[in-house]
């Protein structure tokens, strides 16, 4: 599998330097290059921090910005960042209030977050939202119980928003908490990830078979079953966030349908179409919806759909004002 890349082993920080040097008005590069931060921090808020491993792009550093996150700590190619990188931006973007530190439910980053809070706590007030959307409870070799998955964009949002008009670490904590229970998210992939060290397939289908609950890391899905039409695959995928959310006719929904990186916009908005025909026939509301390649698993042919059960105040937060490179409105 051919990539545009010199050197697997320089791939990440080439990509991030090239992101940075595109987005200088938003972005700027922390102390030693250990993270991306927001090039205007703004004191007297608190300071929102996520990151992982790369392979995910945009997500996190496309989001970090006016109304999403204050800095994003990126690891090599799903790689958890170290606890020196989390630290260092924990020092940087404190403008007073606080950190709160987004984190994915995967091992290695709830493990090196944890410990970089421990750290960085005799000098910073520290909490953590460990997000946790994934449809499955059962977890996976990388984590235990649900995954972080798609809807880490949506608490990302709704958080950033909620900091950039004053709420308080503990405010923006309990909100983040209360989310988990709102979000669900199921993957499906019908190609592997080619990780750029091996340049091979971490998985391989054949042509009528696709991976049902796929991960964002390149590992297999939960089942693998048989090819089917866009109409029956969502459908299989809504059912259970449906199963699992039990959404009412007065509830109001974000509809999100994201790209794994190797998937056509085309696609993306047909698959929409099918997921929004088939929760007008269940008379449930969309309020609010996306649709877009954001949470990648490097160049994954597949798609994840999100559904979020949101209350006023969040969609207000949904639609404050953002201005990052991958998200803005």
Known sequence: MKKFMNRAETLVAESLAGFVAAHERLVAFGADRKFIRR????????????????????????????????????????????PDQIIAAIRETDGGEGCLLIVKNYDGDVMNFEMAAELAGAEHRIATVIVRDDVN???????QGRRGVAGTLVV???????????????????????????????GVSLRGVTVPDTERETFVLHEN????????????????????????????MLEAILSDLA????????????????????????????????????????ARSLVGTYVT?????????????????ELSLWDAPADTAALRW
């Open 209 to 236: 078979e696709m991976e049902m609950g796929v991960g964002i890391h390149g590992e297999p899905g939960r089942a693998r079953v048989k090819f089917a039409t866009a109409d029956e695959i969502v459908e299989t």
């Open 247 to 286: 959404p009412d006719q007065s509830d109001k929904l974000l509809l999100f349908i994201n790209g794994f990186g190797g998937t056509p916009v085309s696609e993306l908005y047909l698959a929409y179409n099918c997921a929004r025909a088939r929760l007008a026939r269940l008379g449930v509301t969309v």
């Open 297 to 313: 698993s490097l160049d994954m042919a597949g798609l994840s759909v999100t559904v979020a059960r949101l209350e006023e105040r």
């Open 39 to 82: 090039r205007s921090l703004r004191p007297g808020k608190v300071a929102l921090i996520s990151g992982g491993g790369a392979g995910h792009e945009p997500m996190h550093v496309g989001f970090v910005g006016k109304g999403m996150l204050d800095a994003a700590c990126t690891g090599h190619v799903f790689t958890s960042p170290t």
């Open 137 to 143: 409870p059962g977890g996976s070799k990388r984590s």
């Open 156 to 186: 990302e949002k709704l958080l950033g928003a909620a900091a950039e008009a004053g709420w308080r670490l503990d405010e923006l904590s309990a909100l983040g908490e209360d989310l988990n229970g709102r979000i669900r998210t199921v």
